[in-house]
């Protein structure tokens, strides 16, 4: 199995709850390993280009709004099938479908507040964890 990284944000409304702890713990029982971990603020403008594959989508301006209106922690999660292993973690977009014991579905409010986000392939992740880490922040 190929070791991979994947990047993680935990959410506005998971920072809001105090809850980024209990996130991790989810990670780090499944073997994910936090490698690179930063709380910040996103501007407006990099949700929207963060976002940007959602730019056509009716509740974009709605997620972008979402997306600023507290910190996040964005991370680089890094195990063997990191990138499956977090989605599985994590569970279904709408915490509403989700299985029991992923986050979303323990801990995620609704659709848009789903307390955590994963990137959902190899490039994906090679191109977000680019989008907020230097490889020199990334520590495994
Ligand atoms: P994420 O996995 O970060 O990818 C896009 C985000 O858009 C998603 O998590 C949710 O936060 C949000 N989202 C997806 N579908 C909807 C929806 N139907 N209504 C509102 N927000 C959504």
Wanted: glycine letters at 8%.
């Amino acid at each position: 199995m190929d070791v991979e990284r994947t990047l993680s944000i935990i959410k506005p409304d998971a920072t809001a709850r105090n809850i980024t702890g209990k996130i991790n713990t989810f990670f780090e029982e499944a073997g994910l390993r936090i490698v690179a971990q930063k709380r910040l603020h996103l501007t407006r403008q990099q949700a929207e280009v963060f976002y940007a594959v959602h730019a056509e989508r009716s509740f974009f301006n709605e997620l972008c709004d979402y997306m600023i209106s507290g910190p996040v922690v964005v991370q680089v999660l890094e195990g063997e099938e990191a990138i499956a292993k977090n989605r599985q973690v994590m569970g279904a977009t709408n915490p509403a479908n989700g299985e029991e014991g992923t986050i979303r579905k323990e801990l995620g409010v609704n659709v848009q507040e789903n307390s955590v986000h994963g990137s959902d392939s190899l490039d994906n992740a090679a191109k977000e964890i680019a989008f907020f880490f230097a490889e020199s922040e990334i520590v495994g």
